[in-house]
């Protein structure tokens, strides 16, 4: 069966060092032009007519990385809330955040909740993965549906950080990597996917619509002929 239109897709947003590594640039400066390409996105989602976009914005992973390069990335998110959440109000967005989000830093989450109070009303919505891994999130699930002695599929998608938003149609990876990540794993098992070799801070709305496009003419068949 074809869908018409995508409801929600999801984006695994990679390649931010990659691109400053061609321009001889900090990697710092990836992580920042990546964050424009994030805005240009929230000013898109209207025009776009799309339900829900997902973001990869940093995963239980990234700590790894180094000290300075996860403390850049976590002022970075403070200076992107506090300056873009006019727009979100603007452009009609609801956040979500999903992960082990309130386990940052006291601020961070005192600035995320006030985010998503203030956006709780908007039509689109805009879900953004922060300290997320999808395994971890599976495993919680599976514990809750347990705790309330009904383990089923259903159960267990409704106990999934995603459980209020639209089925995910569409899975997005930038900068010609082709693999998940530990990305949404349960919630891929009949997305389509489509990989890029387009480094996530030269992704545009017009990359996002002509992947709409080419999702239009897939045939989805859920497992059936």
């Known amino acids: 069966m074809a869908d018409a239109r995508a409801r929600h897709v999801a984006i695994i947003m990679d390649g931010n060092g990659r691109w400053a590594k061609k321009r001889h640039l ?12 994030v805005r240009a996105l929230v000013r898109s989602l209207q025009s776009i007519e799309l339900e829900c976009l997902t973001l990869y914005a940093f995963s239980s ?13 976590m002022d970075l998110m403070r200076r992107f809330i506090k300056s873009d959440l006019p727009e979100f109000l603007e452009h009609d967005v609801r956040l979500k955040i999903i992960g082990d989000w309130q386990s940052l830093e006291p601020d961070i989450v005192e600035m995320l909740e006030d985010a998503l109070r203030r956006t709780a009303d908007g039509t ?7 300290n997320y891994g999808g395994q971890a999130e599976i495993v919680a699930a599976a514990r809750a549906a347990a705790e309330a002695g ?3 599929e259903r159960s267990l998608a409704n106990h999934l950080y995603t459980a209020d938003l639209p089925p995910l149609d569409l899975l997005i990876r930038t900068s010609g990597e082709v693999r998940l990540s530990n990305f949404l794993l349960w919630q891929s098992a009949y997305a389509e996917m489509l990989f ?22 897939r045939e989805r068949r859920f497992g059936g002929r």
């Open 26 to 37: 900090p990697r710092a400066m990836g992580h920042r032009k990546g964050v424009e390409a």
């Open 196 to 217: 890029t070799d387009v480094l996530w801070p030269d992704f545009t709305p017009d990359h996002l619509r002509d992947a709409l496009d080419h999702f239009s003419g």
């Open 124 to 130: 689109r919505t805009l879900a953004v993965a922060l």
């Open 150 to 152: 009904d383990i089923t």
């Open 61 to 73: 992973e990234n700590w790894k990385r180094p000290e300075e390069e996860v403390d850049d990335l």
